[in-house]
Structure formats: C-alpha cells, structure tokens
C-alpha cells in the first residue's frame, strides 16, 4: 500500500489484528527485515511495517534528515487515525522513534528501540570509518545522515513520559554507554541487552525481538 504524508510517498504493509503497531526498520534497509517477527507480533497486533523514505519503496529523496523522517511518521499515524500505537524502531528507525516520542508526547501508547544513536559519536570507531568511507561510494545520503545527525538532548529525552523499552546487543556498533545513558534519562526506561547479540542478529529476518516486544507489551 501507499500513503502520501508529509508531502511524500511512502510504501507500507500491514498484517494482524488488534492493537496498532508500528516497525520502522534501520539505515539502508526496508520493512522486509521484519517479515519473520510480523508474522509472530500479528496474532497480537495490527502491524504496520513503512520503508522510511528513500528506503525499499518509498519515494527518493536527495538528502535526508531524521526530524523530517520523524515528522513522516507523525503525519502518518495522523492519515491512517492511529489511536496511539505502539512503536518500535531499530537504529535508525530507534532515533526516528526517540524524536517522535520527545516531540509528541501524547502520539504513542509506548515506545520500543534497539541499537538507537543519540549522536554520530555514539557509534563506535571501527564502524564510524566504516560509515566515512562508505559515504565517498554510496550516491545516496544513508551513510551520510549517520556522520552528522541525530542530536539527541537528555532535555528530549526526558520529555518521552510514555513506557521506553530501550535495547541493545552485547556486541551492538552502538557504545554500551550511550545505549545505558539513553535508558538511564528517559523516566522510568527499562534497559535490555542481548547478551551475545550484535547490532541486528536478534532483529534481522529473526523471531527474538517479536517474543520480547510482546513480553513488554503484555506485561508493562
């Protein structure tokens, strides 16, 4: 399906009854990474699975900026009349949930979000490098986003008053730190790590992250 919200197209799938949910995938990826848990979350929920703008089907985009990605959600809960989902985000889709949280309050029943930034630096060394030399090759602005945005504040973070579930793998690109720091602002935050896990092992095409979203969700 297609949707044209905040003055662009974006492609989006929905699958399940029951109460909304929304997944919103990471960097350079789209809504497929989460077929396997959508099949899962379904039996609980109406899962609502949006390729972020210039990702997967949506329409492209020159350069591309994580408040605007945020405001494309916004408007997208508002255009399909969401009565306050549940929102989950992985990486990318983590710091699109962050700034949709502290700049809505009252928009999300609660908020779930793994290996999410709160700055560039939040990112290790190695990967960072990574992300610099991969930005000379990629024509697109996905890697380039990473280099110079979010900017996450503890005063938006603090202003997220909804239930924060706040996740990360034991060998995530995201710094332990940062991803304890985030869970530490957000008022009454719970902070999971997957022990063994990397930045998308537990995610990626997998059920892990279905079963806990559905632990949280069931028992908040």
Known sequence: MEIIVNGIRLYYEKIGAGRPLIMVHCNSMD????RK???VLSQSFT???PDSRDHGKSEKVKTLHYEEMAED???FILALHLD??????FSDGGIIGL???SKYPDLLSSLIVSGASLRPDSTKDLPLKFFRLWSHVDRSDKMRIMLREPDITDEMLR???IPTYVTAGAR???KQEHTEHLAQTIPGAKLKIFEGAGHTGYIMNSTKIAYYILSVLSNP
Request: proline share 4%; aromatic share 14%; glycine share 4%.
């Open 172 to 174: 995530d690109v995201i």
């Open 31 to 34: 809504h497929k990474i989460f």
């Open 37 to 39: 848990a959508a099949q």
């Open 84 to 89: 306050r989902p549940a929102f989950y985000g």
């Open 47 to 49: 899962v609502y699975l």
């Open 73 to 75: 959600m916004h408007q």
């Open 159 to 161: 202003a997220i008053r």
């Open 99 to 101: 700034l949709l949280a």
